[in-house]
């Protein structure tokens, strides 16, 4: 099985940055996707951004394109989001998650693996 463990959230003020990492342990080499997603208070929880764990293909949702940047670090099995020009608006609990099959996957329902969360919150 694979395991997920976020770290890097915190609070921060408005127009400020955070990195966010998913440290993969257990079967990584089952894992072919990961994926942000986040969920703010009293909404659902929504996709952020993906890649692709061999190729470092990635897609992000419009509301973070520019802002966000999703990288990984194959060797430390660890994927991060970069997180610029924070705005109120991001707060939210940030989960990564993984696909465990081929393919390029942007639903929730997709995701066979979650960590826990880490809470992003902006003030302004």
């Known amino acids: 099985q694979v395991q997920l463990v976020e770290s890097g959230g915190g609070l921060v003020q408005a127009g400020g940055s955070l990195r966010l990492s998913c440290a993969a342990s257990?079967?990584?080499?089952?894992?072919?996707?990961m994926g942000w997603f986040r969920q703010a208070p009293g909404k659902e929880r929504e996709f952020v951004a993906r890649?692709?764990?061999?190729?470092?293909?990635?897609f992000y949702t419009n509301s973070v394109k520019g802002r966000f940047t999703i990288s990984r670090d194959n060797a430390k099995n660890t994927v991060y989001l970069q997180m610029n020009s924070l705005k109120s608006e991001d707060t939210a609990v940030y989960y990564c998650?993984?696909?465990?099959?081929?393919?390029?996957?942007?639903?929730?329902?997709?995701?066979?693996?979650w960590g826990q969360g880490t809470q992003v919150t902006v003030s302004s």
């Open positions: 257990g079967r990584t080499f089952s894992v072919y996707t």
């Open positions: 890649i692709s764990w061999t190729g470092g293909n990635t």
């Open positions: 998650a993984a696909v465990l099959r081929p393919g390029i996957f942007t639903r929730e329902r997709d995701y066979d693996i």
